[in-house]
Each structure stands twice: as C-alpha cells, then as structure tokens.
C-alpha cells in the first residue's frame, strides 16, 4: 500500500490540497464492515462519527440489493418500474400525512436547489432565510446561501440570516431569548419584503447540526415557521443530517421539532453510501410544480438505488435502529452530562438520540482547541469522531446508527480518557 506521505503529495497534485481532510496525520482505511474502519497495517477504528453508512458500512443486505439490482436493470425513470413506486409507497409512508409527494434526486445539494426551486416558483418570491452558521450544499444558490463554511461567493442580496440562540450558552431567561431570535426574524422579513424579494422559503435543519446543537427555546421552530407563512414563504427542512431516525425519538427531525414543513429534503443516510436524495411534498406542491416543468433528472431514483433504499429501511425497521439509538442514546447523554459535571472546560452536553455533542469553553469563552485535543486523543485510541459549530468548539459524535451496545463503551471509554489528557 502507498505510504501517507506518498498518497497526499500524490492527492495533492491531482484533487488538490484544498479538499478537507480530517486530522493533522491522514488516515487511509482499506476496509469497512458495520461500524469498524481497518487500516491496511489491520489496525481496527470505531466509527463515531459518520451518518451516511447509517445502517452500517458495507451491509450485506444493502450491498446485496445493490449488486442484485445492478445485474437485473438500471434504468432511468422514463420506463415503468414497480421496484421505485414500492420504494417510494414505503418511504412516504414514515412521513407526516400531507407530505404524499416525491421527487428524487443525487445529492442533499441537489434537493435543497430542488426545494428552492419550488418554493421560488409557488411563492413568486425569491428572499430566503437561514441560519447564520448553516450549509445546505454546493450549488450555486446554496453558496449564495452559505454562512456555516468558508465560500468566496457574497452572501446573495436576497438572503437573509437568523442567528439561532443557544440556552447553554445565554444566561437570559429562555422567554427573553426567544422573544429576541423572532424579533431578529420579523426584521429579516421585512427587510426582504422592503427590498421588493419577498419571502420565497425559510430552510433549515431541525437539529441545528453545523450550528453546533444550540439548545433552542421551545416555541422557537414553531414561531419561525408561523412567522415564515404569514409572509406568504414556504419552509424547507433540511433532514440531510437529522433525518432517518437518528433524533431516536423520530423518523424526521422536523418531528422532533414539532413542525408540519412544506418540502423536506433527504440525502446522505438514504442510500448508505450510494448516492441518492429526495425532496418529499404533498400532492398540491407537486402538482403545481409539476405541470409547470418538464422535471426530469437521469439518475435519480433508478432501479438500483430504489433497492439500495429499500433495503436500508428494511434494515432499519428489522434491527430497530431508532429504538436503538434512543436507547443508546439516553445512555451516552447521561454519561455526557456526567462529563459536563466533572470538568469545568466542559459547558454543556449537546443532542438527542445518536447525535452527540460536548461543548468545551474556558472562562466563558469557547474552546476550539481543547475539542480538537479530544477529537486527537479519541483517535489515539482509535475512535472517530469530530466537531461542529460556529467555534468549532462542540464535539460531533454522531455514528452510524448500526452502532451497538457493545461499541458504547469503547467510545465512552476513549473520550473518557482524551477528557482527563487536555490541558487546559
Ligand atoms: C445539512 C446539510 N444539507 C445539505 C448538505 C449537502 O449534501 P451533499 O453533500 O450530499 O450535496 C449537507 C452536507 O454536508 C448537509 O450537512
């Protein structure tokens, strides 16, 4: 195997060295089974951190549908094919009533353009709100759009930002932050409809994952949504991260945060590994967006990735995974806040079901490189995870949701230990 040294100056002349790679010394895995990486030296690491092999890394019953499909038919969807309308009768049916209605798609991207697309259309508006610390993909809209990553492209005149608060980090009563966040809410409105954009969509993540987990005031997500509508937008919930159970308590993080959105978009997790998304809506969206454009995509939703995505909800439903990752989930959060009580750079313990977090600060101030020491001391022991937020100061801990009982202990016992090595 190409050593690490060969490999980067290697990537570097061909992809180039702008492409993120995680960690100071680059790891470079040979294999992957369930939620263990092995290196080509053997060496095993546990996967702590990636959503997208959501049912696990290379499962048997994902790669045989895959392979199965593969060697019967892939086709685009301008033929019948009864292996897409079953999998889609079986997704929608996890979703609220109203949203009925799919259109697939390649890549969260290209459902997020997809939904702003819609919502440009049915609204006649073109303003858009989002968070001030969010990413939703790579097109052009979305760069014009993104305040979570560094991009060269402005911020469009149309696009307004929310700052989305956080309890564990704000002293105020929670009513007083609230009513602040929505106060900030309906000046963006305004200021959008002053400028003649209106308000096409609001979008974003129900979970608040690149924001870093905020613990957001209840009545919040309720109160942007309502605010949204009024002004005639429509809301897109962006459940490339939060979405497919991972909350533990929900299929849908838009359910955990107790709202009916108009379009929500799926990426990552759906195919485990192959690339698929969709944006799910109800029938009078369709309907209106449909008999208006000839929508034709060639790779979405073919035969192959309607069984790759079939076999990842039979794989959910068979191995409960979401009750699994409330279970497991209610264990690792206690044992969190139990870290949050025992180190005073620790402020809070972030998240729900499999999507976990520790906040590091020093005297009030975040703590960057103390999260970064423990995302390094986690990896000495062989254990993978990262971090999130605005600071860069909250660790994500967010496995595939394959990850069992077994595993638990081992990640809780290598935080435990990159925990008691930083120094402050
Ligand atoms: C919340 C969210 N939305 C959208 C995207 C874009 O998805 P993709 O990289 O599949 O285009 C990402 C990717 O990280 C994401 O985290």
Redesign the pocket.
């Known amino acids: 195997m190409t050593s690490t040294s060969d490999l980067l100056a290697r990537r570097n002349r061909t992809i180039g060295p702008y492409s993120p790679l995680f960690y100071s010394e680059p790891l470079q895995f040979v294999s992957a089974k369930g939620v263990w990486f092995t290196e080509a030296n053997g060496d095993r690491y546990l996967d702590g951190y990636n959503n997208v092999p959501h049912v696990g890394h290379c499962n048997d019953r994902v790669v045989r549908a895959l392979s199965e499909q593969a060697a019967t038919l892939n086709v685009h969807t301008r033929y019948l094919n009864e292996r897409v309308i079953d999998y889609s009768e079986r997704l929608l049916a996890t979703f609220d009533p109203h949203l009925d209605r799919i259109f697939f798609g390649n890549?969260?991207?290209?459902a997020?353009e997809l939904a702003i697309r819609i919502a440009r259309q049915l609204t006649g508006n073109i303003g858009m709100i989002v968070s001030d610390y969010s990413?939703?993909?790579?097109t052009i809209t979305l760069a014009g759009l993104t305040t979570g990553l560094q991009t060269a492209v402005p911020l469009d005149p149309h696009v307004r930002t929310l700052r989305i608060p956080d309890l564990d980090r704000d002293p105020r009563p929670d009513a007083e932050v609230l009513s602040e966040a929505l106060a900030s809410l309906d000046a963006s409105i305004a200021s959008l409809q002053e400028a003649g954009y209106g308000v096409a969509a609001c979008l974003f993540?129900s979970l608040f994952?690149?924001e870093g987990m905020p613990r957001v005031p209840a009545g919040l997500v309720t109160g942007i949504v309502d605010r949204v509508r009024a002004a005639g937008g429509m809301v897109i919930a962006?459940e490339?991260?939060s979405g497919f159970g991972r909350t533990g308590s929900h299929m849908w993080g838009y359910q955990f945060a107790g709202m009916t959105p108009d379009l929500v978009t799926l990426?990552?997790p759906m195919g485990n590994g192959h690339p698929m998304?969709a944006v799910v809506t109800s029938e009078a969206v369709l309907d209106a967006f449909g008999s208006r454009n000839e929508f034709f995509n060639t790779f979405a939703g073919n035969p192959v990735s309607a069984a790759v995505g079939e076999a990842v909800l039979v794989e959910m439903e068979e191995k409960q995974l979401m009750t699994r990752a409330a279970t497991l989930g209610a264990e690792a959060l206690a044992r969190f806040r139990e870290f949050a009580g025992q180190y005073d750079f620790v402020r809070s313990a972030k998240g729900t079901g499999m999507f976990l977090g520790l906040d590091f600060a020093v005297d009030g101030a975040p703590a960057p490189h103390l999260a970064k020491q423990v995302v390094e001391g986690v990896k000495a022991r062989k254990v993978l995870i990262s971090r999130i937020g605005r600071d860069e100061s909250v660790l994500k801990v967010r496995p595939p949701l394959a990850f069992g009982q077994a595993e638990l202990p081992i990640l809780l016992d290598a935080l435990a230990a990159a925990l008691d090595e930083v120094s402050v």
Do not use: P
């Open positions: 890549s969260g991207s290209e997020n990413y939703h993909g790579t993540d994952s690149t962006d490339v991260q990426g990552k998304s």
